[in-house]
Nanobody, 118 residues
Framework: QVQLVESGGGLVQPGGSLRLSCAAS????????MGWYRQAPGKERELVAT???????NYASSVKGRFTISRDNAKNTVYLQMNSLTPEDTAVYYC????????????WGQGTQVTVSS
């Protein structure tokens, strides 16, 4: 079983920045991809960004150029630097992990709330 500990959400003004972190532990020998999804009220969960163990990244078009995903493999931790935030980025952000077969390694947790508002 993989455990993921998310942190870094909160309230920020439009144009501001936040950094999310997600640390993995437990049965992670087959861990490959880590990343973030988000779900806004009344909307479906959507991809934000993912990164493989080798550093290959994938971003949603809506966040390209504003968000940066990075990873510290030694710490099994993934980071999401979010800049130029807009109210449309308001959502619950979920971290998750996929193994070398692209299988989800953990059920979706409670996530961390990001609210962009003046």
């Amino acid at each position: 079983q993989v455990q993921l500990v998310e942190s870094g959400g909160g309230l920020v003004q439009p144009g501001g920045s936040l950094r999310l972190s997600c640390a993995a532990s437990g049965s992670i020998s087959s861990l490959n991809t880590m990343g973030w999804y988000r779900q806004a009220p009344g909307k479906e969960r959507e991809l934000v960004a993912t990164i493989t163990r080798r550093g290959l990244t994938n971003y949603a078009s809506s966040v390209k150029g504003r968000f940066t995903i990075s990873r510290d493999n030694a710490k099994n931790t993934v980071y999401l630097q979010m800049n130029s935030l807009t109210p449309e980025d308001t959502a619950v952000y979920y971290c998750n992990a996929w193994d070398v077969y692209d299988l989800l390694m953990r059920s979706w947790g409670q996530g961390t709330q990001v609210t962009v508002s003046s």
